[in-house]
Nanobody, 118 residues
Framework: QVQLVESGGGLVQAGGSLRLSCAAS????????MAWFRQAPGKEREFVAS????????YYSDSVKDRFTIARDNAKSTMSLQMNSLKPEDTAVYSC???????????WGQGTQVTVSS
């Protein structure tokens, strides 16, 4: 099993920045990818960004590309999401996820709230 704990959410004005972190523990050697998802009130959960643990390849949704940056620190088993130029529509609960393969994520964090005021 892998345990994931997010931190760094909060309230920010539009145009501002926030940095989310996700700490992984347990069988971290089994991680192939890590990702961020978000879910806004009344909406389905959506993919935000992902990173391949071994080589650092990154993937972004079109809605956050060029504004958000995902990164990982293999030695510390942590992942981060630097969010710049935040918009009110970025308001959501952001969840960290990890998977043993390139497919679906197997492990999830509890989520952290990000609120962007206009």
């Amino acid at each position: 099993q892998v345990q994931l704990v997010e931190s760094g959410g909060g309230l920010v004005q539009a145009g501002g920045s926030l940095r989310l972190s996700c700490a992984a523990s347990g069988r971290t050697f089994s991680i192939y990818h890590m990702a961020w998802f978000r879910q806004a009130p009344g909406k389905e959960r959506e993919f935000v960004a992902s990173i391949i643990w071994s080589d650092g390849s990154t993937y972004y949704s079109d809605s956050v590309k060029d504004r958000f940056t995902i990164a990982r620190d293999n030695a510390k088993s942590t992942m981060s999401l630097q969010m710049n130029s935040l918009k009110p529509e970025d308001t959501a609960v952001y969840s960290c996820a990890a998977g043993r393969t390139g497919g679906q994520s197997n492990y999830w964090g509890q989520g952290t709230q990000v609120t962007v005021s206009s």
